[in-house]
């Protein structure tokens, strides 16, 4: 976009309620999400070219965390400046973060049913196998990127828990670097005009670095509950390829393994999360408000203060949205330059089939082994796959039908 058909500048209260509005009824996940962005801020408002909303989705899909937020935020930002960005994330993410939290409390003072939890447990097997299918013409759409997934899985099924994510993505990159290679992209004719400078851009790429490489440390040393959650989402957000649905593994081992919370209601929360609107993300606030939830306020103490349920919602979702949005600002001023690389799309083709067969291996354990104890849960789960993939039902009625499925169905053991 040149200078002269530059965007014309905005206010942050605008953004806010604009994406306020999008928050709270953008079903679909975040596929929709950009059609909903694009048809609200380039066709309805205006607020910039289709060229450029293009680019800024082109950056946000080759960067680790969550797509849809980073465009957000980068239309908040193209808007409103720096106000703007901070008004599209918070009104992009609040709605559905407020409804995990309430869902969290509910569940954390036994007011929901165990056959609703059940249901939502089912929903998410039938949820991340449809993702992987979707996913996999975009991220493995040929054998040589197949083989990658499969090799991933392999090795995310049989590693040691603490690198069972880690370990295939970056050996994904770098296999993908030799062996996927590729010609040089297209420079692109348009130029992302926003108000970001190489020294921004490089501050917070040190920013991202020393969070991702002093937290852990950190949080071992002082012993501190809280900065330990932070640094756990932190990290998760920071390795999040692919889409929304890769959270669940990073998620998983992050919360699940110290013993945060249960796998039980780890995928109770995940289930629950395809039935409202906005980001897929803001499945933090659900585990941040039941890990408050669980430790409950001691008296007297700073500790017992900062583990309100509210309070560790806010400190999950910060943490895990962070990551994503300083790669975002540290990559913006460079972009021109670095969508051109051959060897580093080769890298990001690596990484984005290794990181579906990471999916595949958390769908077979701990999605389906947590999830599927009978034959009807089989069935029950297969009928919302089906629903998914063939009728094309929209996640939030697959919610409702697998939940109404759960409570009305007698429970045989397999």
């Known amino acids: 976009m040149s200078p002269a058909a530059s965007h014309k500048s905005g206010t942050a209260l605008e953004v806010l309620l604009a994406f306020l509005r999008l928050g709270g009824l953008s079903f679909g996940g975040p596929i929709a999400h950009l059609g909903y962005f694009h048809a609200e801020f380039v066709t309805r408002r205006r607020w910039c070219t289709a060229d450029t909303y293009a680019e800024i989705l082109?950056?946000?899909?080759?960067?680790?965390?969550?797509?849809?937020s980073q465009t957000a935020f980068a239309l908040g930002l193209l808007r409103a400046r720096w106000l703007g960005a901070l008004a599209a994330w918070i009104g992009f993410t609040l709605p559905s973060a407020l409804l995990l939290i309430a869902f969290a409390l509910g569940q954390g003072t036994h007011t929901i049913n165990p056959a609703v939890l059940h249901g939502l447990?089912?929903?998410?097997?039938?949820?991340?196998?449809?993702?992987?299918?979707?996913?996999?013409?975009?991220?493995?759409?040929?054998?040589?990127?197949?083989?990658?997934?499969?090799?991933?899985?392999?090795?995310?099924?049989?590693?040691?828990?603490?690198?069972g994510t880690i370990l295939p993505i970056?050996?994904?990159?770098?296999?993908?670097t030799f062996l996927l290679s590729r010609s040089p992209a297209t420079p692109s004719q348009t130029e992302l005009h926003l108000p970001i400078t190489r020294a921004q851009g490089l501050?917070?790429?040190?920013?991202?670095?020393?969070?991702?490489?002093l937290l852990p440390p950190l949080a071992r040393s002082t012993r501190s509950h809280p900065l330990a959650v932070f640094d756990a989402f932190y990290r998760t957000g920071a390795l999040v390829f692919g889409g929304g649905h890769v959270v669940l593994p990073l998620l998983e081992h992050a919360v699940v393994?110290?013993?945060?919370i249960s796998q039980s209601s780890f995928l109770a929360g995940y289930g629950?999360?395809?039935?409202?609107?906005?980001?897929?993300?803001?499945?933090?606030?659900?585990?941040?408000?039941?890990?408050?939830?669980?430790?409950?306020?001691?008296?007297?103490?700073i500790l017992g203060a900062v583990a309100h349920p509210f309070l560790y919602a806010a400190l999950s979702l910060i943490a895990i949205f962070l990551p994503g949005m300083l790669l975002l600002i540290a990559a913006l001023p460079f972009w021109a330059t670095l969508h051109t690389q051959p060897r580093l799309q080769a890298a990001l083709h690596g990484i984005n089939a290794s990181v579906l067969g990471v999916?595949?291996?958390?769908?077979?354990?701990?999605?389906?082994?947590?999830?599927?104890?009978?034959?009807i849960d089989v069935l029950i789960a297969a009928a919302a796959f089906l629903a998914l993939t063939r009728l094309k039902a929209p996640p939030w009625a697959v919610v409702l039908l697998t939940v109404a499925l759960a409570l009305l169905t007698p429970r045989t053991v397999i």
């Open 58 to 68: 082109a950056l946000a899909q080759s960067l680790p965390g969550p797509a849809s």
């Open 121 to 163: 447990q089912l929903v998410a097997v039938a949820i991340v196998a449809q993702a992987i299918l979707s996913m996999q013409r975009t991220l493995a759409p040929d054998l040589r990127r197949i083989a990658f997934a499969i090799a991933a899985a392999i090795l995310a099924s049989f590693a040691p828990a603490s690198a």
């Open 170 to 176: 970056a050996l994904g990159a770098l296999a993908g």
């Open 203 to 213: 501050t917070a790429a040190g920013l991202f670095l020393a969070l991702l490489l």
């Open 257 to 260: 393994a110290p013993g945060w």
């Open 272 to 301: 629950a999360a395809q039935a409202i609107p906005g980001p897929l993300f803001t499945f933090a606030a659900f585990l941040g408000a039941d890990i408050g939830t669980r430790l409950g306020p001691t008296a007297g103490s």
């Open 359 to 375: 999916l595949c291996a958390a769908w077979v354990r701990p999605v389906c082994s947590t999830a599927v104890h009978t034959y």
